[in-house]
């Protein structure tokens, strides 16, 4: 099918998605094109989920749209997510990256209250009277905390990377001025690695070796490198990260795909491998939930390697299981989860690992659906991360470039 066919094929989809999701007319209309769903979600995140101030809250990526009144939670795993995908959308919004990589960097721990560096917390931020602070209540927590060190730090590496190929002058200066910090947060990605296994941990309180975590981390780790030989152009970094990056890469096959084996990954180290049965509905209980639907950020474990560009092989053996048993994935664009806070899992990363592995058609059926589910009113759980996959999807299927090298 040629790329004009699949422009025509999602604008009728996405009509139809329309039509079907409210018979009167629609507050926001529904994105009709590959164009359109990047245009939408890129003015989503700039002008209702970026704090816009005079202080140090400004570039400030809150996890859904800032409200009318009280704080938003930045995530700034989310955030990352959010900036890559900006960057797919094009030169308009380069300048909304730029604040994000300003404020993460202005806001990283020296040391945590774990005394680990470079990491972040989430923040509470309120775009309207610019006030931002630790989160801790919001979060259920006692003291100021974050979700994960490797991967938050790991996905900003990544963002680094991606914002030197897209905007080489700026993000270089930036990456300059910040190489002593950039370094740090590398150490920070790689410093929960556990011998045993060759895996990072989450942190240092939670240690678990988790599969999308580790997947992020090699992407990040390459990332690095990739700034290293082509920004910083000092061998010697690429000479220390390299054979880490790849240490961390087969300790993933060995630990989490061999391991499991039936064409699977687990979803954490020691995990015991568990038998496929019907996904829908989901349960924790149930093989395939707990291969594909991780109780994690939207839990798309299985896919992430291939998101991440991590073993593309076992991509195909893993989409194909998928497909089996969980087709609902992207012709609904959503399965339920037993997730309180989560009613529904938007599959973002499986849309976009789709669109990664060429899996064109199935990212398609996915952003169809998505846009008319989703990209409408952004309702809970639709983030500034789904809005970054979802731009970063439709930019691929558009013919264009993935932002990340």
Known sequence: MTMAQWR????????????????????????SSFEDAMATEAAWITGQ????????????IGQSAFP???AQIVDAYRGNFAAIGLLAAGPAYYSNVERWATWYINHINWPDNLNQYATIYWYDVDANFCTEAPSTVTKGLTK????????WAATYLTLMAAWAKADPVNATAFIDRWAYQLDAIANAAYAMRQPASGLTGAKVNWLAQYLMDNSEVVEGLNSYVWVATNVL?????VNYWTPRAQGINTAIQTGLWQQCGAQTYCDAYGDTPLPWASCYPAQPTNGSYEYFWDNGLTGEAQVWPALSRVAPDNAVA????????????KTEAGLPSTQSGYPLLTDSGIGLAAAIAGNTGEATTWLSQAAARWMVDHPWP???FDAGNAIRTANLLNGGPDPVP
């Open 144 to 151: 100021p905390g974050y979700d994960a060190q490797d991967s």
């Open 318 to 329: 893993a989409f194909q299981k998928l497909d089996q048993y969980c087709p609902t994935w």
């Open 49 to 60: 989920a970026q704090a816009s101030c005079p202080n140090s809250a400004d570039g400030a």
């Open 233 to 237: 152009r000092d061998p010697n970094k």
């Open 382 to 384: 639709w983030t500034v």
């Open 68 to 70: 009318a009144s009280g």
């Open 8 to 31: 025509c094929r999602i604008a009728i989809v996405l009509l139809v998605a329309g039509l079907a999701r409210n018979s009167t007319a629609l507050a926001q209309p529904v994105p």
